[in-house]
């Protein structure tokens, strides 16, 4: 019996590991390959989740913290995703501030679970646009997690290529081999697909046990102290309009302009700010990911609706009451411009806890 292929991608927040994981599946399907996608949080009501649904991808997820720190729940949501629906790969996208995943998540799959699954390279994304973005926080702790995630990726793959030029990407790519020497680094796009297929030849054909390892040197308090730094909200809301229709592009368009207004305002450094509104005629998903950059869409329902439900997920340096206050604000505002209102049903407002892992080996298996 063949072994399931494991891919497990890593990499900033922001970084695009969903939208990558997402477009992989069906163009492994367009092959006749069955994949299958595991989200992870550290709370619950993901925009991720959502969007696999509106794309038709078979997904699970892991909530309430990383994988390293809820591994058997990791492992109960690939044996429930290979008991329902046989997959021949699984990509596990990993929090976006999590680092030490080799040693807490791809060794234990390789020495525990070697039997049935294929542990692909451990994938690290980095998003083309956010490099300069990232180099500003240089010296912070948050760059601490940055270089962290770096340091320890098999392949190093510069996401969202096609904002840059082929000269551009070739000069990032030059920079980021220097910051991972022992990583293979690549390019790819998930709108034009290019590049993809290299991303996939490197998955199926580069023998993690055969490449360079290394045991990395993590201060769990520095790295604690990083995730802290960051405010996590989740919001869940119904959306109506006050009288007639109303345009959900329209409403998010407001609601970004709103909230980037004050993220510039306040210089707040973004992980990323996710929102969907969906209702029975289609979805709206969006997500802004720099301090000065221009959001961009995933799905996009340009038609009226008599109502839409609505996901929100951020993550920013700030702190969560900051947070939920600045979303408050921009959802006001959408609802005053758009003549709608918004219902809030779940809020969920923190900081990540003391990340704390399962296993940790730190010895290649």
Not at 231 to 252: D, K, L, R, Y
Not at 319 to 340: F, G, K, M
Request: proline share 3%; hydrophobic share 40%.
């Amino acid at each position: 019996m063949s072994k399931i292929k494991v891919i497990t991608l890593g990499g900033f927040l922001g970084a695009g590991k969903t939208t990558t994981a997402i477009t992989t599946i069906e163009a492994l399907r367009e092959q006749g390959i069955k994949a299958v996608y595991i989200a992870n949080d550290q709370g619950d009501g993901l925009v991720d989740r959502a969007l696999s649904e509106t794309r038709n991808v078979t997904a699970g997820e892991v909530t309430g913290g990383c994988f390293c720190c809820k591994f058997e729940d990791l492992m109960q949501t690939i044996e429930t995703l290979v008991a329902e629906h046989q997959p021949e790969v699984i990509l596990a996208e990993a929090v976006g501030s999590c680092t030490d995943l080799m040693a807490t998540v791809i060794r234990p799959l390789q020495q525990f679970h070697q039997d049935r699954f294929e542990v692909a390279p451990y994938t690290v994304l980095l998003d083309a646009q956010r490099y300069q973005d990232m180099k500003k926080i240089i010296g912070t702790k948050l760059q601490y997690l940055f270089a962290k995630q770096l340091e320890e990726a098999q392949v190093v793959a510069i996401s969202k290529q096609d904002v840059l030029t082929d000269a551009e990407i070739e000069d990032l790519k030059a920079q980021v081999q220097v910051l991972a020497p022992q990583a293979t680094v690549l390019a790819f796009s998930s709108v034009t697909r290019k590049g993809l297929p290299e991303l996939l030849s490197v998955w199926t054909d580069l023998n993690t046990s055969l490449l360079p390892g290394h045991s990395l040197d993590v201060d769990y308090d520095t790295y604690a102290d990083a995730e802290a730094l960051l405010g996590w909200v989740n919001i869940t809301a119904q959306i109506q309009p006050t009288e007639g229709g109303f345009h959900p592009h329209t409403w998010s368009e407001t609601f970004f302009e709103c909230l980037k207004h004050g993220i510039q305002r306040n210089n707040t450094i973004v992980g990323h700010i996710k929102i969907q509104l969906s209702d029975v005629l289609g979805h709206t998903k969006a997500s802004l990911v720099s301090t000065h950059g221009s959001h961009r869409y995933d799905v996009q329902h340009t038609g009226s609706s008599d109502g839409v439900s609505a996901l929100i997920n951020a993550r920013a340096e700030a702190s969560p009451d900051d947070l939920v206050r600045l979303i408050q604000i921009s959802i006001q505002y959408a609802d005053e411009t758009c003549q709608t209102t918004t219902e809030v049903g779940d809020l969920a407002a923190f900081r990540p806890g003391y990340p704390t892992p399962v296993h940790r080996i730190v010895t290649e298996v």
